[in-house]
């Protein structure tokens, strides 16, 4: 089965601080891809980062990282110095043997000045 | 680049009358075109994927009657919600791929507010 869990349903950081959100995915599939996207209170979906199965490297974008750890099924988020425009739901997907998206529940995210 | 635009951005409608919602790709080819529904507070729950010139494909659970779903060039597809009722109420985003069955990644539109009364 493929799934993915964001087991952090709300995170609340104060501005500047560090915070890392959770992505842990399930897949028998040796090729896939895994996503992040932002969701601001507008609504629209914001690609942030697409990474697929053989590449394992960590990724660092701005303020932005991503570890992805395939011995734990994990692609988790971190936000360095966090600002208020962060605040918006994250979501994590999976796109594995189909194309359709298998998308985790969302993580809430609420930055505080 | 990888813009997708949808129209209109939220719509307020009697019971029982028929909502057209645009999905557009502005700067690429967009082979797959897909719809989701998403609830307050939740996911996205993909409803159907449209390839251009072909039938859309729904998903389990989804009125295909209910939900017509056109997608007739390679940067237009349109959601038509017939008979609309309260329970339609939603927020409706679509996505589009440039890669044929939709192996790549999906760009999604603003999303589209449809209020059913």
């Known amino acids: 089965a493929q799934k993915v869990t964001q087991a952090q349903t709300e995170i609340s950081v104060v501005e500047k601080e560090d915070v890392t959100l959770d992505c842990v995915y399930e897949t028998r599939d040796t090729t896939y891809y895994l996503f992040w996207y932002k969701q601001p209170p507008s609504g629209e979906l914001v690609f942030l980062i697409r990474r697929n199965s053989f590449d394992e490297q960590n990724e660092i974008s701005g303020r932005y990282s991503w570890n992805f750890q395939k011995s734990t099924s994990s692609f988790n988020f971190t936000i360095t110095a966090s600002q208020v425009v962060d605040s918006a739901v994250y979501f994590c997907a999976l796109l594995s043997g189909t194309y359709k998206y298998i998308f985790g529940t969302g993580t809430r995210l609420k930055v505080l000045a | 680049g990888a813009v997708v635009s949808q129209h209109p951005s939220w719509v307020i409608c009697k019971s029982g009358t028929s909502v057209k919602i645009e999905c557009r790709s502005l700067d690429f080819q967009a082979t797959t075109m897909f719809w989701y529904r998403q609830f307050p507070k939740q996911s996205l729950m993909l409803m159907a994927t449209?390839?251009?010139?072909?039938?859309?494909?729904?998903e389990q659970g989804v009125e295909k009657d209910k939900f017509l779903i056109n997608h007739a060039s390679l940067t237009l597809s349109t959601l038509t919600v017939t008979s609309a009722h309260p329970e339609d109420s939603s927020f409706y985003i679509c996505?589009?791929?440039?890669?044929?069955?939709?192996?790549?990644?999906?760009?999604f539109g603003p999303g589209t507010r449809l209020t059913v009364l």
């Open positions: 996505s589009a791929s440039g890669v044929s069955g939709g192996t790549d990644t999906q760009y």
């Open positions: 449209s390839n251009e010139g072909s039938k859309a494909t729904y």
